[in-house]
C-alpha cells in the first residue's frame, strides 16, 4: 500500500463539483504541507492548491474562488473541495505530502478528474 492514498475522482458535467481526499501514512512523520497537483493531457504536471501544517494555503490562479483545500492534521487528510469545474480542470490529480526534514516530497498515485463539457 501507498505512503498516499488518493480518493474521489471521476467524471463530471462542467458546472458540477466533486471531492478529492488524500490520506498519509502514519509512517510519514514531521509534514511541513500537503497539497494537490494535476497534469492535463500532454502537458506538465502543475500545482493546484497547498496547505500547510498551519493551515496557511496557496492556490493556482486557474482555480480560486472554485476549489477549496483544506486538512484533518489529526488524521493526515487532506481534501479538495472542486466547485464549478471546467473542461480544462480534467487532469490526473495527485497528491502531495512534503516533510520538514530535507523538504522530501511524498507522492500519491494519482486520480483522473475528468469534465465533460
Known amino acids: 500500500q501507498g505512503q498516499l492514498v488518493e480518493s474521489g475522482g471521476g467524471l463530471v458535467e462542467a458546472g458540477g463539483s466533486l471531492r478529492l481526499s488524500c490520506a498519509a501514512s502514519?509512517?510519514?512523520?514531521?509534514?511541513?504541507?500537503m497539497g494537490w497537483y494535476r497534469q492535463p493531457p500532454g502537458k506538465q504536471r502543475e500545482l493546484v492548491a497547498t496547505i500547510t501544517r498551519r493551515g496557511d494555503t496557496n492556490y493556482a490562479d486557474s482555480v480560486k474562488g472554485r476549489f477549496t483545500i483544506s486538512a484533518d492534521n489529526a488524521k493526515n487528510t487532506v481534501y479538495l473541495q472542486m466547485n464549478s469545474l471546467k473542461p480544462e480542470d480534467t487532469a490526473v490529480y495527485y497528491c502531495?505530502?512534503?516533510?520538514?526534514?530535507?523538504?522530501?516530497?511524498?507522492w500519491g498515485q494519482g486520480t483522473q478528474v475528468t469534465v465533460s463539457s
Open positions: 502531495n505530502c512534503r516533510v520538514v526534514i530535507n523538504g522530501y516530497n511524498y
Open positions: 502514519r509512517s510519514i512523520n514531521m509534514i511541513n504541507s
